[in-house]
């Protein structure tokens, strides 16, 4: 029989428990570090959370009346005085100003009818009361695909590249031109003069949007300068899933002072723009154009009130959206020197970079399709001192990728011009 002495035993069993207590140290040890981790995880949540709360009880403000569209948007009808905007510094003691009356056309039957008939979504639902504005609600998820809360609503800052010069004699003398990398377009523009004013009738569609930080515009740019740093009031229709959370075509107006870095936005989603009328600023838009089928357009126009300053946006001739103020504005306040007309696709996969992405713009088709298959603007239109509406003497069609996105201005002798643009993005056949 083996002997074990009390002595042996101790020291055996000793030995035997070190692993033991090792294995529950550092059982102890991962638990503590799990513990650690997500309370720092929770700290972190909890602050992005109360930051999210903050930023949407800033830009959501108290409803009047609550409508519930047939889309999925909820428009809170505020009161006009609680719009966003004037959380701007400058604006705290702003009284708000109706469209100037010289900006009001003469109506006729026709065009009476016409701003009846439903253009946003939202309005099948419901009306807002006098005294309130429709404003559609951000909601937190939102929020959560921005880049970042700071970047919410607002375009990418432009990547620019040096270019020869793309325009004629008639609109530069200078030999080069800056080029965004990011972003691609197709115009027409008018440059040289002092322009109060532009407008024209956009043909309305669903282009598609292939990626995730991708959008596609059909708009109007008003610009004070022809270089990197500019400012600029634009408005149209835009396709923008990050901003809005679906693939629809929807109503939108933008400002920048300083070339899309930190100044401006879309709608109201910062401080700046400010809204008078029962339009929604990011509304579904409908109906829309179909290939070889019934086409339909919105007319937009912005003016300058040369005594104020201030910058009126209006849709369908007489309905008046509202108003970007002198205060928000640089030299812009006294008149724009640049106007374009046309599309712009945002994207990282653009101008060289392969595959370039398939993000449609207007209709999806080329320029050369023309009527009921090419996006088109026509009764396009400047406004300059002599405040007299007319089609600018001298226009350039332009496209920064002709065999992704094209641009025709087709000027049929004795005929109104019109001009068509768009494209498919990346296809086997023009744009690898």
Same mark, same amino acid.
């Given at each position: 029989?083996?002997?074990?002495?009390?002595?042996?035993?101790?020291?055996?069993?000793?030995?035997?428990?070190?692993?033991?207590?090792?294995?529950?140290?550092?059982?102890?040890?991962?638990?503590?570090?799990?513990?650690?981790?997500?309370?720092?995880?929770?700290?972190?949540?909890?602050?992005?959370?109360?930051?999210?709360?903050?930023?949407?009880?800033?830009?959501?403000?108290?409803?009047?009346?609550?409508?519930?569209?047939?889309?999925?948007?909820?428009?809170?009808?505020?009161?006009?005085?609680?719009?966003?905007?004037?959380?701007?510094?400058?604006?705290?003691?702003?009284?708000?100003?109706?469209? $100037?009356?010289?900006?009001?056309?003469?109506?006729?039957?026709?065009?009476?009818?016409?701003?009846?008939?439903?253009?946003?979504?939202?309005?099948?639902?419901?009306?807002?009361?006098?005294?309130?504005?429709?404003?559609?609600?951000?909601?937190?998820?939102?929020?959560?695909?921005?880049?970042?809360?700071?970047?919410?609503?607002?375009?990418?800052?432009?990547?620019?590249?040096?270019?020869?010069?793309?325009?004629?004699?008639?609109?530069?003398?200078?030999?080069?031109?800056?080029?965004?990398?990011?972003?691609?377009?197709?115009?027409?523009?008018?440059?040289?003069?002092?322009?109060?004013?532009?407008?024209?009738?956009?043909?309305?569609?669903?282009?598609?949007?292939?990626? $995730?930080?991708?959008?596609?515009?059909?708009?109007?740019?008003?610009?004070?300068?022809?270089?990197?740093?500019?400012?600029?009031?634009?408005?149209?229709?835009?396709?923008?899933?990050?901003?809005?959370?679906?693939?629809?075509?929807?109503?939108?107006?933008?400002?920048?002072?300083?070339?899309?870095?930190?100044?401006?936005?879309?709608?109201?989603?910062?401080?700046?723009?400010?809204?008078?009328?029962?339009?929604?600023?990011?509304?579904?838009?409908?109906?829309?154009?179909?290939?070889?089928?019934?086409?339909?357009?919105?007319?937009?126009?912005?003016?300058?009130?040369?005594?104020?300053?201030?910058?009126?946006?209006?849709?369908?001739?007489?309905?008046?959206?509202?108003?970007?103020?002198?205060?928000?504005?640089?030299?812009?306040?006294?008149?724009?020197?640049?106007?374009?007309?046309?599309?712009?696709?945002?994207?990282?996969?653009?101008?060289?970079?392969?595959?370039?992405?398939?993000?449609?713009?207007?209709?999806?088709?080329?320029?050369?399709?023309?009527?009921?298959?090419?996006?088109?603007?026509?009764?396009?239109?400047?406004?300059?001192?002599?405040?007299?509406?007319?089609?600018?003497?001298?226009?350039?069609?332009?496209?920064?990728?002709?065999?992704?996105?094209?641009?025709?201005?087709?000027?049929?002798?004795?005929?109104?011009?019109?001009?068509?643009?768009?494209?498919?993005?990346?296809?086997?056949?023009?744009?690898?």
């Amino acid at each position: 029989m083996l002997y074990i002495s009390s002595n042996s035993k101790r020291k055996y069993q000793s030995q035997m428990g070190k692993p033991k207590f090792a294995i529950l140290l550092l059982w102890v040890l991962c638990i503590l570090c799990i513990i650690l981790h997500l309370n720092v995880e929770a700290r972190v949540s909890s602050h992005l959370e109360r930051e999210i709360e903050a930023k949407l009880k800033q830009l959501n403000k108290p409803a009047v009346k609550t409508i519930k569209s047939e889309d999925g948007d909820i428009i809170d009808c505020i009161n006009i005085y609680d719009q966003p905007t004037f959380n701007h510094p400058a604006l705290k003691n702003h009284t708000i100003k109706a469209m $100037p009356d010289f900006l009001v056309e003469s109506k006729n039957s026709s065009s009476e009818d016409e701003e009846t008939l439903t253009f946003q979504t939202w309005q099948k639902s419901g009306r807002c009361p006098k005294g309130t504005i429709p404003v559609r609600r951000i909601l937190k998820e939102d929020l959560l695909r921005a880049t970042s809360l700071n970047h919410f609503g607002r375009k990418p800052p432009e990547v620019l590249k040096n270019s020869t010069n793309a325009f004629n004699h008639n609109f530069s003398n200078s030999n080069s031109e800056f080029i965004p990398k990011n972003r691609s377009s197709a115009y027409l523009v008018t440059m040289g003069y002092n322009y109060v004013g532009a407008q024209a009738d956009i043909n309305v569609w669903n282009p598609k949007v292939t990626q $995730p930080d991708d959008f596609t515009t059909a708009q109007i740019w008003l610009k004070n300068d022809n270089n990197p740093y500019f400012e600029s009031v634009e408005s149209g229709w835009m396709v923008n899933p990050k901003l809005y959370g679906d693939g629809a075509t929807r109503f939108f107006a933008y400002w920048t002072t300083d070339s899309y870095n930190s100044k401006g936005c879309f709608d109201l989603t910062c401080s700046g723009f400010v809204q008078t009328g029962q339009v929604v600023l990011g509304g579904a838009l409908e109906p829309i154009s179909s290939h070889f089928g019934l086409q339909y357009s919105l007319n937009v126009g912005l003016f300058l009130e040369p005594d104020s300053g201030n910058w009126y946006l209006k849709i369908k001739n007489n309905i008046a959206v509202g108003y970007w103020p002198a205060e928000i504005l640089g030299s812009l306040r006294h008149s724009a020197i640049l106007v374009q007309w046309g599309g712009q696709v945002s994207s990282t996969n653009i101008k060289k970079v392969t595959p370039h992405t398939k993000t449609q713009m207007g209709s999806g088709d080329f320029a050369s399709g023309r009527f009921q298959n090419a996006c088109f603007m026509q009764n396009v239109r400047i406004k300059d001192y002599s405040l007299q509406l007319k089609y600018p003497q001298y226009v350039s069609a332009m496209a920064e990728e002709p065999y992704c996105y094209s641009a025709l201005n087709v000027a049929d002798y004795g005929k109104e011009p019109i001009f068509y643009f768009g494209g498919p993005g990346q296809s086997p056949n023009h744009c690898p």
